[in-house]
């Protein structure tokens, strides 16, 4: 008996190690482009145009986690992914990466993040390690993905373009 439970007790342990050491890929987005009035604006035409294009180039990538900023423009821009992978969208806080790293770092399966102008790339230097930090987008930028790799071991995070895909 004493070995039947030890045997359970390393089985849990070991299957809670590997899911922090299992290779995933982390995207991430700024929100496709918006309106220009109001505090929590919608998206423009062209952004819902954006947005469908994000849930093309994820679409054979299998997302398992799908996260948010609690804005309209974030929302709008993730729910066609959301939708296709059959995911609810996570709300976090743009304010606070270190719980958001922490998050993800701990999840299982490859995951879609969408955020804004002044963090999205401030959320892939946390996995850039020592390598050239990303400098924050400018108000007109919206074509940017980075592609965060996690292996048990290292990161990697290239910046591509929508056009890319």
Known sequence: MKSLFLLLSLALLFASCTSQNKPKTIYIVRHAEKQLEGNDPELLYVGGVRAQKLAQIVQDQEIKHVFST????????????????????????????????????????????????????????????????????????????????????????????????
């Open 70 to 165: 609690d804005y309209k423009r974030t929302r709008l821009t993730v729910e066609p992914t959301a939708k296709q992978a059959g995911v609810p969208i996570q709300s976090y806080d743009p304010k606070n990466h270190d719980a958001l790293v922490e998050q993800l770092r701990n999840l299982d399966g490859n995951i879609l993040v969408v955020g804004h102008s002044n963090t999205v790339s401030q959320l892939a230097n946390y996995f850039v390690g020592d390598g050239e930090k990303y400098a924050d987008l400018t108000d007109l930028e919206y074509e940017y993905i980075y592609i965060v790799t996690l292996e048990p071991n290292a990161a990697s995070v290239i910046r591509k373009v929508y056009k890319d895909f």
